[in-house]
């Protein structure tokens, strides 16, 4: 019997699923009877003269140009004689069938696929009864489209529950894994160039990522059985974005490898733009033989592509350190087999596995790319932490070289105070208790100087040497604690010149820029005007009076009042004429304050108004 052989060869079992039961049949050999265009083939010819003139063609049968041209359909027949009837559902199992095939069995349709069928499987259950003991007669009708090139692999005829389990192993490797393949690579695709929008100075990651989507839309002429687009654009579409996808990762490889001369990029998609173009008009008219030519020139168009490309992954895994670069290599020449496995397969070569092997290819790139997005981040990462510790270390010196600054700040700032102290305890001293000492020894050389007079210049020093000392000590800013230990040194003093004092003072809010050389001021003020009390006005009581008055601009400040009921001050020894009151003015000024000196016939009145806010201008 032609063409009924036990299935027992390993390329049979190849892309099958494993080792197959005995009683599995193989057909390898059929008779095949082409059906014009226009025919009605709704079911197989009924008699054997049919088949009577067709030739005998080995399996795989691949459809050529000229078949194409003049039949839409294909009837294959087989002859099966089986020794008694099958208790057990059979059924037939077609591994590769392009495009869409239908059996029958004895003239009964026991299954078939519809639309386009590219690279499924086909597994058809013969109901019980339907085989018999004897010859039985196995049809199977393939349609294609003139554009497309057909094929019929071997198929197999056994019990359903020993074919069942190929079938779906292969419906697995061949549609299930190719789905998810073309998933992860979309995904995937998508995602390096959503970085690459994000960082565009990555080089080569744009046309990669472009690379691999196109990959994808390629791979979906395996799994798509009813595309959205009329077969000749979708023909179109796939076969494009595959030569697309070639042009896409050689470019990319260039600018990763940044080789310059862009007008090779340039020629790349110019050929690519030709090659599509061509195939576009050979698909538009119909012709089998220019669309076989033109899908021919761009194939040889893309082994040159691919021939590039290789040497540019070889020429980046010489240059480069890290693994995940240098695999591209070994990768990009197992490529190369795969794609001329593909090729041999589609041409109906008996290759082994009998599987399309091109999607698997892509989601291993596809895998690889991810990674490197993976180690693209670890590196930033890696960068960014190493960054962060050299900025710490950075802010670290930093501080320390900061608190250094601030400690010579500080110790400039305690060296200038030191020295500015000095200064002005230098100056208070030779200004105040030398100037005492100056004017004792000038009494003392007098012959005729009283010891009362000696006495008192000799009290005028100590007032004044103590007046430096207690302005030297630590106090609160209450100006009102500084009147009275100064009331306490001098009233004793006063009531020796017949003088009294009449407080009528009330409490002040806190001065809280009154440190010492401001509370030295202030005594000094105090200071010289009881003086010219003393010296000049020939009074019997000084009253101190003291408040909370605004002074210019609405200013929260104080006053304090010193009045006497005698002669008042002759116009000679008003501030600003060179005298001790031109000193009281001088040292107001200095504290941010204002003084204001009547005299007449009813006595003298000084008024020293201070501010209470520390002045903008104030300089401690």
Not at 247 to 260: T, V
Not at 350 to 370: D, E, H, K, Q, T
Not at 579 to 592: D, K, P, V, Y
Request: proline share 6%.
């Amino acid at each position: 019997m032609r063409g009924l052989h036990p299935l027992v060869l390993a390329t049979v079992l190849a892309g099958c699923g494993g080792p197959l039961d005995p009683s599995v049949l193989e057909i390898h050999e059929v008779e095949r009877l082409d059906i014009s265009n226009g025919r009605d083939d709704t079911g197989p010819p009924p008699a054997a003269a049919a088949f009577a003139d067709a030739p005998h063609v080995p399996l795989p049968d691949t459809w050529s140009a000229e078949q194409r041209a003049r039949a839409g359909a294909a009837w294959y027949r087989a002859g099966i004689d089986i020794t008694s009837a099958p208790v057990v559902p059979w059924a037939v199992y077609l591994p590769r069938a392009v495009m869409s095939a239908a059996v029958w069995v004895n003239g009964v349709r026991v299954g078939g696929a519809s639309g386009r069928n590219v690279n499924r499987p086909l597994l058809a259950v013969v109901p019980l009864g339907t085989l018999r003991a004897g010859r039985n007669t196995l049809d199977v009708r393939l349609r294609v489209t003139p554009t497309y090139r057909g094929v019929l692999g071997p198929f197999l005829i056994g019990p359903e529950t020993v074919l069942r389990g190929p079938f779906k192993r292969r419906l697995f490797w061949q549609v299930q894994v190719v789905e998810i393949c073309i998933l992860l690579t979309l995904v995937l695709g998508g995602l390096g160039l959503a970085l690459w929008i994000r960082r565009r100075e990555l080089p080569g990651f744009a046309e990669n990522s472009l690379g691999c989507l196109l990959w994808a839309v390629a791979m979906l002429e395996l799994v798509v059985r009813d595309p959205p687009f009329s077969e000749l654009v979708w023909q179109w579409l796939v076969t494009s974005a595959l030569v697309a996808a070639f042009a896409a990762f050689a470019i990319g490889a260039r600018r990763f490898l940044e080789l310059g001369r862009p007008w090779l990029d340039r020629a790349l998609l110019l050929v690519w733009l030709a090659g599509a173009t061509a195939l576009a008009v050979a698909l538009s008219l119909g012709s089998p033989r220019l669309t076989d030519a033109a899908t021919s020139v761009w194939a040889l168009a893309t082994v040159a592509m691919g021939i590039y490309l290789l040497r540019l992954l070889f020429l980046i895994g010489r240059r480069s350190r890290a693994w995940s670069l240098r695999v591209l290599a070994p990768f990009g020449l197992a490529g190369f087999f795969v794609c001329a496995h593909d090729v041999a397969l589609g041409l109906g070569a008996a290759v082994v596995p009998r599987l399309v092997l091109f999607p698997y290819l892509g989601s291993i790139m596809a895998v690889w790319g991810g990674w490197r997005i993976i180690e693209r981040f670890v590196e930033t990462l890696d960068e960014s932490e190493a960054l962060n510790r050299d900025l710490e270390r950075r802010v670290t010196e930093r501080g320390e070289e900061i608190a250094r600054g601030y400690d010579r700040i500080h110790r400039l700032e305690r060296e200038h105070a030191i020295q500015d102290e000095r200064a002005r305890l230098m100056r208070d001293i030779h200004d105040g208790f030398g100037g005492q000492l100056t004017s004792m020894l000038a009494l003392v050389e007098q012959s005729d100087v009283a010891p009362d007079e000696v006495a008192e210049a000799l009290r005028d020093a100590l007032d004044d040497m103590r007046l430096v000392v207690y302005s030297l000590g630590p106090r609160d800013t209450d100006l009102i604690g500084l009147l009275a230990s100064w009331r306490a040194r001098i009233e004793r003093r006063l009531e020796r010149h017949g003088l009294r004092f009449e407080w009528q003072v009330s409490d002040l809010p806190p001065l809280p820029w009154l440190g010492p050389r401001e509370a030295l001021h202030v005594l000094r003020i105090f200071q010289e005007a009881v003086s010219n009390v003393v010296q000049h006005a020939g009074a019997t009581t000084i009253t101190v009076r003291t408040g909370a008055r605004p002074g210019t601009g609405d200013r929260d400040g104080v006053f304090v009042e010193i009045s006497d009921d005698g002669r008042g001050v002759a116009p000679a020894h008003r501030a600003g004429d060179g005298t001790g009151l031109h000193n009281i003015a001088r040292r107001a000024e200095e504290l941010g304050g204002a003084v204001s000196i009547n005299g007449g016939g009813a006595g003298t009145l000084v008024v020293l108004w201070l501010p209470v806010a520390t002045p903008a201008s104030f300089n401690r």
